[in-house]
């Protein structure tokens, strides 16, 4: 499986962006997908995952209630909505890919065998 992340870019705090994940070479619903962020100097960290059919999500509590992921398998489309953006959390965002059964949600790095390039996002004070 492929995947293509997209839609990042410069926002002011407070703003919102919306990245959007393109699941190719592969039934996006084979999947569990996930989104981490890398911040220059920082260890990649887990920002959200969710469920083969979309029905389960887990996020990170530094975005609970300001991110939401969702998917749409027959578009083979995976988004992350991001609002209330906080310069904490400029990074570069990465999208996953990775084989679980029905429901269940990935939450490690080391789960997770396929990876998007990163889409940059940048929030300013």
């Known amino acids: 499986v492929q995947l293509q992340a997209s839609g990042g870019g410069l926002v002011q705090a407070g703003g919102s962006l919306r990245l959007s994940c393109l699941v190719s070479?592969?039934?996006?619903?084979?999947?569990?997908m996930g989104w981490f962020r890398q911040a220059p100097g920082k260890e990649r960290e887990f920002v959200v995952g969710?469920?083969?059919?979309?029905?389960?999500?887990r996020y990170a509590d530094s975005v609970k209630g300001r991110f939401t992921a969702s998917r749409d398998n027959a578009k083979s489309t995976v988004w992350l909505q991001m609002n209330s953006l906080k310069p904490e959390d400029s990074a570069a965002y990465y999208c996953?890919?990775?084989?679980?059964?029905?429901?269940?949600?990935?939450?490690?790095?080391?789960?997770?065998?396929?990876w998007g390039q990163g889409t940059q996002v940048t929030v300013s004070s």
């Open positions: 070479r592969g039934p996006a619903s084979n999947y569990a």
């Open positions: 969710i469920s083969r059919a979309g029905t389960v999500t």
């Open positions: 996953a890919a990775g084989s679980t059964v029905t429901g269940a949600v990935l939450m490690t790095e080391s789960s997770y065998t396929s």
